[in-house]
């Protein structure tokens, strides 16, 4: 929507009406109008592209900030539309829930907005000093927030050739190639000792299948010639004789171990199960 200044006159009032960038329905209901004021056209533009009340841009107005991808300028330049938008639309609503806002009052919220509403500390910091004067002039304005950007600007530029030296570069390069070269030799030694492994665990599998071979001799199975071999007795044990005809237990030839008094005594749950008269 434009903003029109009156300059009298009908034939400033078509020049209006043909410069209007609405849709041809809307510009042939206008132009049909013998007796068509500048104000009406006004309210009928307003009314068609349904322009915010003067309240809906002050809450605009007081709750905007910068973009992330919007300059200090841009944003500046988007709270000074909003400022004379709720100018323009204060003194010309007449209706009744329109509130007419004063000019110092929208003019000490603008500055209170561009001042929260900055995202560069440093920008923020050179312009406060500007943003406390209610009587600066836009223009002034619009250069100091210039003057901060460009001085902020150089300022991240020297830092940051300062900040990159080139030995630095040399130096984190050498450590690089020092820990590749590490790397590399960790690795070989790795290599060594994994075939190593191999080889061990060839060797073992080779005898493993030579061990099954049917050729191969059986095993010898120890614990079974433990049990073949008769008990003996003290005396046989301490000569090495290996048929021995005596009691284990005692020693004595007159008899053998299953007869011996010395085994029932031994066994005594045996000799308490066993009647009264068998114990004598």
Request: proline fraction near 3%.
């Amino acid at each position: 929507m434009c903003h029109f200044v009156e300059y009298g006159g009908h034939r400033t009032l078509l020049l209006v009406i043909r410069a209007i960038n609405g849709g041809m329905v809307l510009r042939s209901y206008i132009e049909t109008y013998k007796d068509l004021s500048l104000e009406r056209v006004r309210k009928i533009l307003r009314n068609y592209y349904d322009v915010k009340n003067a309240t809906e841009l002050y809450q605009s107005l007081a709750s905007i900030c910068q973009g992330s991808k919007e300059t200090p300028q841009e944003f500046l330049m988007r709270a000074l539309d909003l400022r004379q938008k709720i100018l323009f639309s204060s003194t010309q609503d007449q209706s009744e829930d329109t509130l007419v806002y004063e000019n110092d009052h929208i003019q000490k919220l603008f500055l209170r907005t561009v001042e929260t509403g900055l995202q560069d500390e440093n920008v923020r910091i050179r312009v406060r000093g500007y943003l406390r004067n209610p009587t600066i002039s836009d223009e002034e304005l619009i250069l100091q927030v210039n003057n901060a950007v460009s001085t902020e600007n150089e300022r991240v530029r020297k830092l940051r050739n300062q900040n990159l030296p080139k030995s630095a570069q040399v130096s984190q390069v050498a450590e690089k190639a020092e820990s590749q070269d590490k790397i590399l030799k960790t690795l070989e030694a790795l290599k060594v000792e994994v075939a190593q492994v191999k080889s061990q665990l060839k060797d073992i599998n080779q005898e493993t299948e030579q061990a099954r071979l049917p050729n191969s001799p059986a095993p010898v199975d120890t614990r079974n010639q433990r049990r073949n071999t008769p008990p003996k007795c003290l005396q046989c044990q301490t000569s090495g004789n290996d048929k021995c005809s005596h009691c284990f237990i005692c020693g004595s030839d007159n008899h053998f171990a299953i007869e011996c008094r010395q085994n029932r005594g031994k066994n005594a749950l045996n000799s308490r199960r066993l009647p009264l008269r068998g114990q004598k």
